[in-house]
């Protein structure tokens, strides 16, 4: 098991593993003079089983079409292990298009722990939620819901009850959030990705088709929501 301290070294490794020392030395100091972070998980790609490349090229090309539009805010794709075959594989395919690393990179580490762990200050991170919205059920929904508390349920419940696969729900979260007071988010964003798993609602039964277009627009929708808060 990888402890507090090996995550955050290995999240540094990480960032230069981008070949850009500059955005691991500005961004890990939390200074202010950073412009926004979005830190966003691969979705559907753990309990929604969806394929690892046709994932990896649909966050390539929604990174791509936002790039412009971000100003100085930046996206990053989080995952928990340096042995991320997502991670690895959205690294490889973002250095092949000449994606500006310093406006989107990859970071190994808890996406509720970042900024204590791994001292990358992220305002914003997403979830990669269930349809009802609701807290648990594991992977990074049970993970985000629990180390934001009850707040971020009731504030949940306050702008959606639930989603379509391929949408997405900003959600402010109160200051009195561990989330907020430990980490510096100030939003979570839900998205419903496609789901490929025949255990879980709404299964598209290995239609790429309409997998693959439900989460080109979780994507788009996701990167709305960012832009949105930090306009
Ligand atoms: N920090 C960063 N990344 C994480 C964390 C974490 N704490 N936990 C998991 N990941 P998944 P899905 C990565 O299964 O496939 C839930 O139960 C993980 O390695 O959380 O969209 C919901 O309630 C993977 O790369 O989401 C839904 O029912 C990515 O997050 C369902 O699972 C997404 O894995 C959604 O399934």
Request: proline fraction near 5%; glycine fraction near 10%; hydrophobic fraction near 40%.
């Amino acid at each position: 098991k990888e402890t507090a301290s090996s995550l955050s070294h290995t999240a540094g490794e990480e960032v230069k593993g981008c070949q850009d020392p500059g955005v691991g030395s500005t961004s890990r100091n939390g200074s202010s003079s950073d412009g926004p972070i979005l830190a966003f998980p691969s979705i559907s790609t753990a309990d929604f089983q969806f394929d690892h490349e046709k994932a990896s090229d649909i966050i390539i090309e929604k990174v791509e079409e936002s790039m412009d539009m971000l100003g100085n805010a930046k996206l990053v794709l989080v995952d928990l292990t340096r042995g991320s075959k997502i991670l690895s594989l959205v690294r490889a395919k973002a250095a092949q298009k000449n994606i500006n690393p310093k406006k989107f990179f990859t970071f190994v580490g808890d996406i509720t722990k970042l900024y204590s762990e791994g001292g990358l200050r992220c305002t914003v991170i997403a979830n990669a939620a269930n349809w009802r919205l609701k807290p648990g059920g594991g992977g990074v929904n049970a993970a985000i819901f629990n180390a934001a508390g009850p707040d971020l349920e009731v504030a949940t419940k306050e702008q959606a009850k639930s989603l379509v696969p391929g949408s997405a729900v900003v959600v402010p979260l109160s200051s009195a959030s561990p989330l907020s007071s430990k980490e510096g988010v100030t939003h979570v964003i839900h998205v419903l990705g496609p789901n490929m798993n025949p255990h879980r609602p709404n299964c598209l039964d290995g239609d790429y088709v309409k997998g693959c277009q439900i989460l080109q627009k979780a994507y788009a929708s996701l990167f709305e929501g960012f832009l949105s808060i930090v306009r």
